[in-house]
């Protein structure tokens, strides 16, 4: 027999203090409630009730059984309003580490949007290139670009491509010249993504890849447009960043006839067997969203 059932019959039993005033009330015959009865009896060994034909009555035991009962049966009860409520719509404080550029630009007005569609969700947003340990730091979601290290316990989902392409300034292009080919680019002078001591090479499909000429190496996104829009060099971005200067036409495209490299965009959880709802409706809005974005 279920447990839990026999228990709630148990407490309701004794909470009307008869078993055909309980098996009224719960839509049982008599002769059930008193099965029930006998199963937590027999599976705990202990008698619970003493009955005769006019009364019945708790034993020592029976009292401490009943309390526990109740108290179970209660968290029981809340734990499943705590679920009704989970489907019904998110709820509760969603921690979220994503890059300072594309967190901010892409993936928080995302995140705001379902803030104000779910009164009930808050929101805990940090901005950091660094990747940070999820359990450690206490973050329900990293979002990422690149490719995603092997993380043991961690859950990895695609959820947007990025086009990165290759864009100068029309003053810098007519004092050097367009390059027409990848490996022109040689023969240009780069503004340089530099984070960590790291200089990351440009790269192409077809596995090319190269790190130009440099003398100007920034470890911000926007700052190495704005250095190439003023003519300082050629810079190797993600298309969404540079949209509004390449039609304002302080950026230009280059090699626009190469396919574009997609750099992929990562959401990323600890592994559980429940993935709440709050984060599955997140990573569920931004693999919907920012893929226009890009």
Same mark, same amino acid.
């Given at each position: ?5 026999? =228990? ?7 909470? *009307? ?14 002769? &059930?409630?008193? @099965? !029930?009865?006998?199963?937590?009896? $027999? ?19 029976? !009292?401490?059984?009943?309390? +526990? ?19 019904? $719509? ?10 300072? !550029? ?10 705001? $949007?379902?803030?104000? @569609? ?40 695609? %959820?947007?491509?990025?086009? &990165? %392409?290759?864009?100068? +300034? ?7 010249? @367009?390059? $027409? ?9 780069? %503004? =340089? ?38 003519? =300082? ?17 302080? *950026?230009?495209?280059?090699? +626009? ?10 959401? &990323? ?6 993935? +709440?709802? @709050? ?8 693999? %919907?969203?920012?893929?226009? =974005? &890009?």
């Amino acid at each position: 027999m279920d447990r839990l059932l026999s =228990m709630a019959v148990f407490v309701k039993a004794v909470d *009307l203090g008869s078993f055909a005033a309980a098996a009224e009330e719960l839509g049982l015959s008599g002769p &059930m409630v008193g @099965k !029930h009865i006998r199963f937590l009896e $027999e599976r705990l060994g202990l008698r619970l009730l003493n009955r005769t034909t006019r009364r019945q009555s708790l034993t020592d035991f029976g !009292h401490v059984y009943y309390e +526990s009962c109740r108290i179970i049966l209660a968290e029981v009860d809340a734990t499943d309003a705590q679920a009704a409520d989970q489907l019904l $719509e998110p709820r509760g404080k969603l921690r979220v580490t994503m890059p300072v !550029h594309f967190g901010r630009r892409c993936v928080t007005p995302v995140l705001l $949007e379902l803030a104000r @569609k779910y009164p009930a969700l808050e929101l805990d947003l940090s901005y950091n290139d660094d990747f940070y340990d999820l359990a450690e730091n206490g973050f329900d979601l990293a979002v990422r670009t690149g490719i995603p290290e092997d993380r043991a316990g961690v859950i990895a989902r695609r %959820i947007a491509r990025q086009a &990165m %392409i290759v864009c100068g +300034s029309p003053s810098y292009l007519e004092k050097h010249g @367009k390059p $027409e080919q990848i490996i022109d680019l040689n023969q240009h002078q780069a %503004i =340089m993504y530099r984070r960590s001591g790291r200089i990351p090479s440009w790269s192409f499909p077809g596995g090319e890849a190269l790190v130009p000429i440099n003398r100007i190496r920034l470890d911000d996104l926007d700052a190495i447009a704005d250095a190439a829009s003023s003519g =300082m060099g050629l810079a190797w971005l993600p298309s969404w960043l540079v949209r509004d200067r390449l039609q304002e036409g302080t *950026l230009v495209q280059l090699l +626009s006839d190469q396919p574009g490299l997609p750099y992929d965009c990562y959401a &990323m959880w600890l592994q559980t067997p429940h993935l +709440s709802l @709050k984060v599955r409706i997140a990573v569920d809005a931004l693999a %919907i969203a920012l893929p226009k =974005m &890009m």
